[in-house]
Nanobody
Framework: QVQLVESGGGLVQAGGSLRLSCAAS????????MGWYRQAPGEQRELVAT???????DYADSVKGRFTISRDNAKRMVFLQMNSLKPEDTAVYYC??????????????????WGQGTQVTVSS
């Protein structure tokens, strides 16, 4: 059973920082691009940042210069360092894996995965 488990969310004042972590577990053979999405109440889920297996990154315009995504391939983890947080960053943040190849019941499978989400609340 493959899982993505996020941690690190919480309540912070505007201007503060948080670091989100996401750990992939299970019989994983390989995983490709990973990223973070967020969804605020009443809004659609939106892309925050992505990182390829080689370490190339991309960011939503709203977080450029404030957020940094990184990954540790050996530990199968991806991180999101969030600085200079604003109230509009308040949302549930989801870890996403574009494609994970894993072993189950003698067969290889390959599909995308989502974490369960972690709440980030920024107070003004």
């Amino acid at each position: 059973q493959v899982q993505l488990v996020e941690s690190g969310g919480g309540l912070v004042q505007a201007g503060g920082s948080l670091r989100l972590s996401c750990a992939a577990s299970g019989s994983i053979s390989s995983n490709n691009d990973m990223g973070w999405y967020r969804q605020a109440p009443g809004e659609q889920r939106e892309l925050v940042a992505t990182v390829t297996r080689a370490g190339n990154t991309d960011y939503a315009d709203s977080v450029k210069g404030r957020f940094t995504i990184s990954r540790d391939n050996a530990k199968r983890m991806v991180f999101l360092q969030m600085n200079s947080l604003k109230p509009e960053d308040t949302a549930v943040y989801y870890c996403h894996a574009d494609r994970i190849t894993y072993w189950s019941g003698g067969v290889y499978y390959s599909r995308e995965f989502w974490g369960q989400g972690t709440q980030v609340t920024v107070s003004s």
